[in-house]
């Protein structure tokens, strides 16, 4: 795209925003119903166009893995369509009230939430991300300003299409959702520049993206890092609950952030805690790098095992796998944990399984993340699991908002200030 | 200073900041106290090395407003001390349960303020925001890092020294307080660079530092925009009240960022209120770029007052003039009074003189700005107005923070998740 028409595109956005910021929530939620209609309704197009995408990507040798997060079918396209409706039963941020109070001068201060203005998604291979974005930053009041991978072009430019049709028909201004239709870096730098209309910048990918942005982006930006999550077994941790806990972490969905990738165990509780879990973990498939107490303590549980156990590396420790893999290590101490975590965690989810009120209050202060667990999994850190209904994502930054960004994450705040023609003196 | 040095000055700020985010509220103000102690203990030499950088800032043929603010004397060394013990006496933030929930499952959920970690605060002439930043940092848990103008190299080397030495007296790590000690902006953009020990990056200065932070900083930053500030007299304003307000608004003190800089009025309110408030501005030394129409109705009051009118252009508008210098307008409706804010305005303090309900309702709606006054002077923009005991800026962006940053806003967030063993399924 020109420079010239992406401003155009972008003051479009923000012009719009200024009307959404003005919606009741009954007529967003009738927007997001016909959002959901349309996408069934067209169900057709978005299945053509997408199929064309996979036959570029198929050429250009995307892998099997690309390939299915970029297809739609008719149950992903109910799945977007259900979760917009599910959005219009969320209550709505905008104009929550969120503290307020009297000054000692009789000033009346609310602060109040509203919308941002307007949002740039930058996001990669999945299109349904095009759906589900519109969608949150509809419903926080924010133009959506939406630019996909280039596998996913004609995808996108038809979800995009829809919805765009959709706004339309609920008297909304068609420019509330946009997207940047191109394949060129370029036009991702021009649109980062854009600070004066565009107030965020989420992105939704790998760390690829993430030091492109760092680099280029002259509007603020809410980041994500890895989750090299750990758990860490206390010596008081029951042994049955804690082997449910760690293999639930790590083998119920090992591809995603907040999967376990670290075991920390205290040196009591090795003994008893090791053997079992390893073999556990082992009859699913899960590959462990082990510091030396521990693989002696595996290897006498797991007589064929050896294959799966290796001898954990600094870097192991250091690295998100993403996949059946877990680094294990013996630790004589919550806070010989809690250093561990300091120096290899990324802030994204940690967890301690314990009994021990002292240790779980120490570890719950001491670990510096988005989310700490005690007896629980990791894998609950979702916007959904919260509580809050839908998520763009989890923010690993602490700069406005850590851990799960729901609705009231996508909203910033004004102060109303009510006198009575007060004065400074 | 060398690269390796500054990082190493980063990497200590931040084990100081582990160390700070467990301090008891009664640790952090003892050291509030013993610095506050500490500063008048040390003023003799507080005020010798000031000496020597007013005495170099005038061979360097300073302005003499820049010398005035770099100026150190007994009184502003006791305001500071005030500050310091006055913050002592604040509620703490760290540890603030936000709010908190239970899921469905019986998962228990809090959301608890924790500090940043390391705060980096880049400030021009004033030594005194040395001193206020360290206390606001400190209470709030964070480390700071120190960064002033050049001209007060010396002031704020024994500032940072006394700081230090009060921290150690009352038990806290030494490098909670730092400061990069250098005049090259080569060693400001190393600085910016250290998004592995920096959380945020608080600037205090003009447009050309901003503009300086926004190119080259990859740690998130606070931005405070000028403040193009306006006051809307609606048609049922009260002509004294409204003449009071914006007296106040544009003289009680003219050069900074809440003052009045452009005044709408309703046209069925110009005849009664414009001769009125031209006069009394005219009576203070304000220069008057008037609208035609405007301008009409003033010259009627004023009589020898021919010098103080002009005819207003496009840029007055466009200007934070920091002055006894006022833009006035006459409008036709509350909304052409939003429209004219939402073109000029820079999302600072906006404002409504009225008596009608539904405008002011439509004016708070309608003006995106951090804050929005009803029947109010500007000027109450302020932490210290708006009752949150202290302030380090005003902040202007939607990220994170908006308006007044006090001491709740020096912090982060952290959920703290506790369960029973449980499970994702």
Request: glycine content about 8%; overall charge negative.
């Amino acid at each position: 795209m020109q420079p010239r028409k992406i401003r155009k595109l972008c003051n479009a956005a923000r012009e719009a925003s200024r009307r959404l910021a003005t919606l009741t929530p009954d007529q967003k939620n009738l927007a997001l119903a016909e959002m959901a209609e349309a996408l069934m309704r067209r169900k057709g197009e978005i299945i053509r166009e997408n199929r064309d995408d996979i036959k570029e990507g198929k050429a250009a040798h995307l892998s099997a893995a690309l390939l299915d997060r970029l297809r739609l079918d008719e149950d992903r396209i109910r799945d977007m369509a259900d979760g917009l409706r599910h959005l219009a039963s969320l209550p709505d941020p905008v104009g929550e009230i969120v503290d307020g109070w009297h000054t000692s001068n009789g000033l009346e201060i609310s602060r109040i939430r509203v919308p941002f203005g307007v949002i740039a998604v930058i996001f990669e291979a999945r299109p349904n991300v095009a759906v589900d974005a519109a969608g949150l930053c509809l419903k926080a009041g924010n133009s959506a300003i939406l630019r996909g991978g280039s596998a996913s072009l004609r995808s996108v430019r038809i979800l995009t299409e829809i919805i765009s049709g959709a706004l339309i028909d609920a008297g909304i201004p068609r420019d509330a959702v946009s997207m940047v239709e191109s394949r060129e870096r370029g036009d991702l730098k021009q649109l980062l520049a854009m600070s004066d209309y565009i107030d965020l910048v989420i992105p939704r990918g790998g760390e690829g993206l993430k030091d492109y942005l760092k680099k280029n982006s002259k509007i603020p930006v809410i980041y994500a890092a890895g989750g090299n999550c750990h758990t860490f077994v206390d010596a008081s941790a029951e042994v049955e609950k804690a082997i449910r806990v760690v293999v639930n972490a790590k083998v119920q969905r090992p591809g995603v952030c907040n999967a376990l990738e670290t075991l920390l165990v205290h040196r009591r509780a090795a003994a008893d805690f090791i053997p079992l879990a390893a073999a556990e973990l082992i009859k699913r498939n899960v590959l462990l790098y082990m510091d030396e107490d521990s693989r002696a303590l595996a290897e006498t549980s797991v007589r064929d095992g050896s294959e799966w156990i290796e001898e954990a590396t600094d870097e192991h420790y250091a690295t998100e796998f993403l996949d059946l893999k877990l680094a294990v290590k013996i630790v004589d101490s919550v806070d010989e944990a809690i250093e561990h975590i300091t120096r290899y965690g990324t802030g994204h989810s940690e967890a301690i399984l314990t009994n021990d009120l002292e240790n779980s209050r120490r570890f719950a202060a001491g670990v510096d993340a988005a989310c700490v667990y005690v007896n629980a999994s990791t894998r609950f850190t979702d916007g959904g699991e919260f509580g809050m209904g839908a998520e763009i994502g989890i923010s690993t930054q602490k700069l406005h908002a850590r851990g799960p960004l729901g609705l009231r994450e996508l909203t910033s705040v004004k102060y109303v200030i009510t006198g009575d023609g007060h004065v400074r003196g």
